[in-house]
């Protein structure tokens, strides 16, 4: 079974550019998360998907991050325009069903570093 | 005071100790408790799920959970050095999202 699929892996942009990062998740499963892993620190959530629809943004800063999900299979994360302290792991993941938010299923991530 | 609580080491152990990794959170609605693994430059890796209170074994692996002191453990037996990574408590209440730690960094000696 292919895991989560995440792209690109390491990206560099200077401050005020716009960044985008895509994900495929695991075939079959329905809901999807972006996470936030600022070095030293564990992940913080910025939105959760179930299927096509938001669940959780509560934690997403949407004057500069969106995200969407419109076929409700594979996602893309946005930021426009990026600061420094940006500068982060974006991991995705990737669960079966819905409700809880247990036993996710992680990418590899995307390294962003904002100069 | 965050919700969860995890010393970032590094803890450094050499070949075959046993290891102990712990957190303590302050939500008494978690139940659903977690071990994730964490390699460099890869994503966390679901290590071990426990359900509310009580122990859990796999392999070479033991986590515990303790919710009257709010408290949960991973044991790891005869580590090796293919152990060495990040390990990752995380918890979540049901429905809710999960919380994480911010990892202890294990290094084993060979």
């Known amino acids: 079974e292919a895991g989560v699929a995440q792209s690109p892996r390491y990206k560099i942009i200077e401050k005020r550019q716009s960044v985008a990062f895509w994900c495929n998740p695991i075939s079959g499963h329905a809901t999807l998360y972006w996470y936030q892993q600022i070095l030293g620190q564990g992940p913080k959530l910025l939105i959760q998907f179930q299927n096509n629809g938001v669940v959780d943004d509560s934690q997403l800063p949407k004057d500069r991050f969106s995200a969407e999900r419109l076929k409700g299979v594979d996602s893309t994360l946005k930021i426009q325009p990026a600061k420094l302290e940006d500068s982060a792991v974006y991991l995705c993941?990737?669960?079966?069903?819905?409700?809880?938010?247990?036993?996710?299923?992680f990418g590899s991530g995307t390294q962003l570093s904002v100069l | 005071q965050k919700e969860v609580e995890q010393d970032p080491g590094p803890l450094s152990v050499p070949e075959g100790a046993i290891v102990s990794l712990n957190c303590t959170y302050s939500?008494?609605?978690?139940?659903?408790f977690m071990w994730y693994r964490q390699y460099s430059r890869k994503g966390p890796e679901l290590l071990m799920y426990t359900y509310s209170s009580g122990n859990k074994e796999d392999g070479r692996f033991t986590a515990q959970v303790d919710k009257s002191s709010k408290y949960i453990s991973l044991f790891i037996r005869d580590s090796q050095p293919s152990d060495s990574a990040t390990y990752l408590c995380?918890?979540?209440?049901?429905?809710?999202?999960?919380?994480f730690g911010a990892g202890t960094i294990l290094r084993v000696k060979s």
């Open positions: 939500n008494s609605a978690f139940q659903y």
């Open positions: 995380a918890m979540s209440a049901r429905g809710n999202k999960l919380v």
């Open positions: 993941a990737s669960r079966s069903g819905g409700g809880g938010s247990e036993k996710l299923f």
